[in-house]
């Protein structure tokens, strides 16, 4: 399989590679005039770019025409979880953007465990665990990772700018396959997983409020770590985005 690069520099049948990515390709991966690879615009549009030129910090393509990512789901799903501890927040971002998520939104709320530091510094290298699960699964858009969210208050002030909103609650809820059912024209969808601490009844009743739709997961308690990437992949598959 060829390998995959996300580059700005293309259009009218040209395209350019630079920085770590032509490094990578050139020196690496031996690139060499004439090898393909497939090139992404990271607005969902691969084109199959064959190398014209190597040059230091520098690798030149030719291209097709662009065509759309098979690699995209038809539904656009922002993640907001709970900030975890001990980096477990690193592996849920990586797993769900093989998953097919959008755009992850870390936050604080009043039961994490965690406490905010050095979170500038954090997001450059979660959103670099982000390209390379993206690039490693075939994704044809680049995931964002999102600043933490000091609060749940302002977690649910985000709530309208989703078709459906799914607060994923420990004390249960309506069922996820009911909800999908009720509204299959829904495309953009928020789902909201806690911390270690879970979710005080008091930001439970903030979610249902802001209109967010109360779920559970079944009659088993998950981890932090294992919520997120569960209603991730049940979402996908109810929407028939696994299939």
């Given at each position: ?8 520099e ?25 090898d ?11 084109y ?23 690699a995209?789901?038809?539904?656009e ?52 665990i982000?390209?390379e ?83 559970g ?27």
């Amino acid at each position: 399989m060829p390998h995959r690069y996300f580059t700005t520099e293309i259009g009218s049948g040209r395209a350019a590679l630079t920085g770590p990515d032509a490094h990578h390709l050139a020196d690496v991966m031996r690139g060499r005039v004439g090898d393909t690879v497939i090139l992404c615009d990271a607005n969902a549009v691969e084109y199959t770019g064959t190398i014209t030129s190597v040059q230091p910090g520098r690798v030149e393509f030719s291209v097709s025409e662009g065509y759309p990512s098979a690699a995209e789901p038809d539904v656009e799903v922002t993640l907001y979880v709970g900030y975890p501890k001990q980096g477990k927040l690193e592996d849920i971002i990586r797993h769900s953007v093989e998953l097919g998520v959008h755009r992850v939104v870390p936050f604080f709320s009043r039961y994490c465990v965690a406490a905010p530091k050095k979170e500038e510094a954090k997001r450059e290298r979660y959103a670099r665990i982000a390209v390379e699960a993206a690039k490693q699964c075939g994704r044809g858009i680049l995931p964002e990772v999102s600043l933490p969210l000091p609060d749940f208050a302002a977690v649910c002030g985000e709530g309208k700018d989703y078709d459906l909103t799914l607060f994923f609650y420990e004390c249960g809820g309506s069922p996820l396959r009911t909800l999908l059912t009720q509204d299959k024209g829904v495309r953009r969808i928020a789902l909201i997983t806690g911390s270690e601490g879970g979710f005080s009844p008091e930001e439970a009743e903030l979610a249902a409020r802001a209109g967010a739709k109360t779920v559970g997961l079944g009659p088993r308690i998950l981890r932090c770590e294992t919520a997120p990437l569960a209603a991730l992949a049940a979402v996908m598959t109810l929407t028939g985005n696994l299939e």
